[in-house]
């Protein structure tokens, strides 16, 4: 990606009140998260392959063994179903809240399909800061290619996943399916916000997640 295009899409993404930051393949996760997580932070996340990939949820788990934050770990051994709900409910009153997105575009929006709801839900609104973690693969030209990105890549991966026997784990792609174990109950686009600031893009060299 040339410094142009860069200067571009933080431009588009600044112009819609939220922070993009570039980070280059040999900078350090940990750095960021520590530079952002003031000590003492109630911290959460949502479930993302792209944050276990570049080593985001490792970092946070170092901190909260430190003593730095307090993790909200809703991955942690031993949780019951009714346990992770509550985690996701207390998410709401986070300081800081990780995540990735399915698709951003180059105009400056966040595109989220989800299936509980409480991702998306706590990107809206609750947290007060949110991190959002992406690799150069989420990246699109404009609204209609986010949307056919979830389609093709993001909906199918995640439902094989998480093992669901919906219609696009057997084709590759969605078909629209009204399975009993959809994962793609709420789609939502990020776009202006009120709050300047408040959500920071931190786009990262290479891919990452789906």
Not at 79 to 90: A, D, G, M, T, W
Not at 106 to 129: Q, T
Not at 158 to 173: F, I, M, Q
């Amino acid at each position: 990606m040339t410094e142009q295009q860069k200067n571009r899409i933080a431009a588009a993404y600044e112009k819609n009140n939220m922070k993009l930051t570039f980070l280059k393949a040999e900078d350090s996760i940990a750095s960021v998260l520590s530079s952002r997580i003031p000590e003492g932070s109630v911290v959460s996340f949502g479930g993302s392959v792209t944050l276990e990939e570049c080593g985001a949820l490792d970092s946070l788990r170092k901190m909260d063994q430190a003593g730095r934050i307090h993790l909200l770990d809703r991955d942690r051994p031993g949780l019951s179903r009714i346990e992770v709900e509550e985690l996701f409910r207390r998410t709401f009153s986070a300081d800081v809240y990780l995540t990735s997105t399915n698709a951003m575009t180059e105009d400056g929006w966040l595109f989220n399909v989800d299936g509980n709801g409480n991702r998306v839900s706590a990107m809206i609104f609750g947290p007060k800061k949110v991190l959002v973690f992406a690799g150069e693969n989420k990246l699109v030209a404009n609204k209609a290619a986010a949307e056919d990105r979830v389609r093709r890549i993001a909906a199918p991966k995640n439902a094989a996943r998480l093992k669901r026997n919906t219609p696009c784990v057997k084709t590759g792609h969605c078909m629209a399916c009204h399975s009993s174990e959809r994962i793609c109950c709420s789609s939502v686009f990020l776009g202006q916000q009120r709050e300047v600031g408040r959500i920071e893009i931190i786009l990262m060299e290479g891919s990452f997640g789906y």
